[in-house]
């Protein structure tokens, strides 16, 4: 069956120190997976996606994510945080296949100054 | 966020009561799909639609709840006789194509007194 782990349902780093949050995936096929990050009272804003190619995938805001086929990861990371990156972050698998997105159940970040 | 426009963006209805939540998709988007999110949980997938089809309802409850999407207009997530449990925020997104990413509108909230 096709699912989203992400393990970590809160997360608290510091303003300026580096980020990684974690997700794992179960799918059947080769997946379509996607980072969205939710500000509250918004709606979800996607951040980036991997489709094929370069398992390294560049983002907005200064974010990236690497597809790790073997550990059925796509982790997020940003090197420095900025305390406007405190919001909720969504991982999502899908498939070329599927007409749908499965999602993970977030992860929030919270910003130290 | 700003191309997929939903309303109202706050729903009050008394128990018994109809619902009616309004989706506008991106312009040249036919692929519309609706998700409901709970507190400290990730989105679900409601529905899916294109243009006066309903492709995918596995998502949906058997009962009370209806959705569609018109040739012209928006689509309508329709929740007949609400009870408590339908608390929640619905979120539609527009795909132009469905292994395309989805862009999401800012949710309609929707309170049951």
């Known amino acids: 069956a096709q699912s989203v782990t992400q393990p970590d349902i809160h997360i608290t780093v510091s303003e300026g120190a580096s980020l990684e949050l974690r997700c794992n995936y179960s799918?059947?096929?080769?997946?379509?997976l996607f980072w969205y990050v939710q500000s509250p009272g918004q709606g979800l804003q996607l951040l980036l996606k991997?489709?094929?190619?370069?398992?390294l995938v560049q983002g907005i805001k200064g974010f990236e994510a690497e597809f790790k086929r073997s550990q059925s990861s796509f982790n997020l990371r940003k090197p420095s945080v900025h305390w406007s990156d405190a919001a909720e972050y969504f991982c999502?698998?899908?498939?070329?296949?599927?007409?749908?997105?499965?999602f993970g159940k977030g992860t929030r970040l919270h910003i130290l100054p | 966020n700003a191309g997929v426009m939903q309303n109202p963006r706050h729903l009050v209805r008394r128990r018994g009561q109809e619902a009616r939540l309004r989706c506008s998709p991106m312009?040249?988007?036919?692929?519309v799909y609706w998700y409901r999110q709970l507190p400290e949980e990730g989105l679900k997938f409601m529905v899916y639609l294109q243009k006066e089809n309903i492709i995918d309802e596995s998502g949906m409850p058997k009962e009370r709840f209806s959705a569609e999407f018109p040739k012209e207009g928006p689509s309508i997530l329709r929740i007949q006789q609400v009870v408590r449990g339908d608390s929640a925020a619905y979120f539609c997104a527009s795909a132009d194509r469905m292994d395309q990413p989805q862009h999401f509108g800012d949710g309609t909230r929707l309170s049951i007194l």
């Open positions: 312009k040249g988007h036919s692929h």
């Open positions: 799918y059947g096929a080769t997946p379509y």
């Open positions: 999502a698998v899908g498939g070329n296949r599927d007409d749908k997105i499965i």
């Open positions: 991997y489709f094929s190619g370069d398992t």
